[in-house]
């Protein structure tokens, strides 16, 4: 005769089909909730790879937007019946304000004011102007945006002074770039400099940058830029040119955001490379 059942057997005999019912429950639920998990990560997988293809048309269409206007632009400037010389500007604007930082304007910029001082027209004087006006505008961009990457700093040069100082020319106030101003041009607003650089951490006399050029109102320091040692880019801009003085600005920055044209050398990789490998161990 079996033993009579107590409480604990009556709940378990009632627990036992609700144990297989909550089990069938539980899978189902699971399953529920682990297909929307999955569905919502193949939705979140095709919206990226849409907005993927979409920024990717994007660009491409962009790129062949500006390719289509750079070649248009181009052609219409240097073709032989360009036209008048404001027509001529009005290119130059269009290249400059939208290839400034892949482009390197200056040779059109001082053709176009060489052409402007030979022809002494009546109107010649506000394009040249406009022309400068334009340059300043570009630079100043390139600069501000530089300015927050590197370090800069301004020059004053006094136009009597470096005219009576001959060939020696004069140097500047000391600073992380040495400069030296040799001759200065005003019919044409251009300088003459000679650059030092000494990187502060090396004692190595092949790693000191030494440079000469002409700088006017038409350098832009993406584009017109001196290669340092270290993997660094040195720009000097004519930032103000007057009766008695001239402002020079000068603007130290990575290389990685120089122009597009401007690719790094295959030793500064190198270097570059070795430095972070040291770093790393």
């Known amino acids: 005769m079996s033993a009579p059942k107590d409480r604990w057997d009556k709940v378990a005999v009632f627990l036992q089909p609700m144990g297989g019912l909550l089990t069938a429950v539980?899978?189902?639920l699971v399953g529920i909730v682990g297909s929307q998990v999955i569905e919502?990560?193949?939705t979140k997988s095709t919206d990226a790879r849409l907005y993927s293809e979409l920024m990717s048309q994007r660009e491409q269409a962009e790129s062949n937007l500006r390719k289509d206007m750079l070649v248009s632009v181009i052609q219409s400037y240097l073709a032989p019946d360009a036209g008048s010389i404001s027509a001529r500007l009005l290119h130059l604007e269009l290249l400059a304000y939208n290839f400034h930082d892949s482009l390197n304007l200056k040779p059109l910029f001082l053709d176009l004011a060489r052409q402007l001082h030979a022809r002494n027209g009546p109107d010649d004087e506000q394009d040249l102007k406009r022309l400068r006006r334009v340059a300043r505008d570009i630079a100043d961009r390139q600069r501000f945006a530089l300015e927050l990457r590197g370090d800069s700093f301004r020059r004053t040069v006094d136009l009597a002074e470096l005219e009576g100082?001959?060939?020696?020319?004069?140097?500047?106030?000391?600073?992380?770039?040495?400069?030296?101003?040799?001759?200065?041009?005003r019919a044409t607003q251009q300088l003459l400099l000679?650059?030092?650089?000494?990187?502060?951490?090396?004692?190595?006399?092949?790693?000191?940058?030494?440079a000469e050029?002409?700088?006017?109102?038409?350098?832009?320091?993406?584009?017109?830029?001196?290669?340092l040692a270290n993997g660094q880019r040195c720009a000097v801009m004519l930032?103000?040119?007057?009766?008695?003085?001239?402002?020079?600005?000068?603007v130290c920055f990575p290389g990685e955001y120089a122009s597009l044209k401007d690719r790094p050398y295959y030793d500064e990789?190198?270097?570059q490379l070795r430095m972070?490998?040291?770093?790393q161990d």
């Open 194 to 210: 000679r650059l030092e650089v000494t990187p502060t951490s090396s004692q190595n006399a092949a790693e000191v940058t030494r």
């Open 165 to 185: 100082a001959g060939r020696a020319g004069v140097a500047l106030d000391p600073a992380k770039v040495s400069l030296r101003a040799l001759l200065v041009d």
């Open 276 to 279: 972070d490998e040291s770093r």
């Open 40 to 42: 919502r990560q193949q």
């Open 213 to 227: 050029f002409e700088v006017s109102t038409f350098d832009f320091p993406m584009i017109d830029s001196t290669r």
């Open 239 to 250: 930032s103000a040119f007057g009766a008695q003085s001239a402002e020079l600005t000068t």
């Open 26 to 28: 539980s899978v189902g």
């Open 269 to 271: 990789v190198v270097r």
